[in-house]
């Protein structure tokens, strides 16, 4: 049995999810709250979670335009947390 690939709508959201979980853990090991963090991975985030916003209420097909601020967003997400986490150890 071969499995079939995720809809681009599941992988959108999990995605997100993993994100979600993986901020929330930050927050919660470094004991401080989203504010806390550097503001680019904050706006990021708010980015990322308002175009998810927009996506995850659409049955059908995805809006193109919400999809581009999803994937903007996550990519400055990377970006920021990276040099977050960089600057953590340095």
Avoid: N
């Amino acid at each position: 049995m071969t499995a079939r690939p995720l809809p681009e709508h599941a992988k959108l959201h999990q995605e997100f999810k993993d994100w979600e979980f993986g901020l929330a853990a930050h927050c919660k090991e470094s004991e401080a709250g989203l504010e806390q963090l550097p503001s680019e991975v904050v706006q990021a985030w708010d980015d990322m979670d308002a175009a998810w916003s927009e996506i995850k209420d659409h049955s059908g097909d995805i809006p193109q335009e919400a999809l581009q601020r999803f994937r903007e967003a996550k990519q400055r997400l990377q970006v920021a947390w990276d040099a977050m986490i960089y600057s953590k150890r340095h």
